[in-house]
């Protein structure tokens, strides 16, 4: 069976960080692209980054080029989100997604982000 679990959002100020983390069970995990999305109250949920099997490819939304690196550890079957230079509009839900094809998808629980003074 497959888990995703998320940890490390919290309560941060603007032009704060956070690292968020995806421990994945249940699968094999170098074999699955991993992404983060996010979603706001009242929005849709939207992708945030992704990052491939073996970590050789990223890519970003354009609202947080430059200001947030996803990661992965295989060995440690982790998939990380380092988020700097926050801001209010990063408020939201961040859910980990693991991706295999058209065949495998898994989404963890979410885990709250909310940048506010």
């Known amino acids: 069976q497959v888990q995703l679990v998320e940890s490390g959002g919290g309560l941060v100020q603007p032009g704060g960080s956070l690292r968020l983390s995806c421990v994945a069970s249940?699968?094999?995990?170098?074999?699955?692209?991993m992404s983060w999305f996010r979603q706001a109250p009242g929005m849709e949920r939207e992708l945030v980054a992704a990052?491939?099997?073996?970590?050789?490819?990223?890519k970003y939304a354009d609202s947080v080029k430059g200001r947030f690196t996803i990661s992965r550890d295989n060995a440690k079957n982790t998939v990380y989100l380092r988020m700097d230079s926050l801001k209010p509009e990063d408020t939201a839900v961040y859910y980990c997604?693991?991706?295999?094809?058209?065949?495998?998808?898994?989404w963890g629980q979410g885990t709250q982000v909310t940048v506010s003074s």
């Open positions: 990052i491939s099997n073996f970590g050789r490819s990223t």
């Open positions: 997604n693991a991706k295999r094809g058209a065949a495998s998808e898994s």
């Open positions: 249940g699968i094999t995990f170098s074999s699955y692209a």
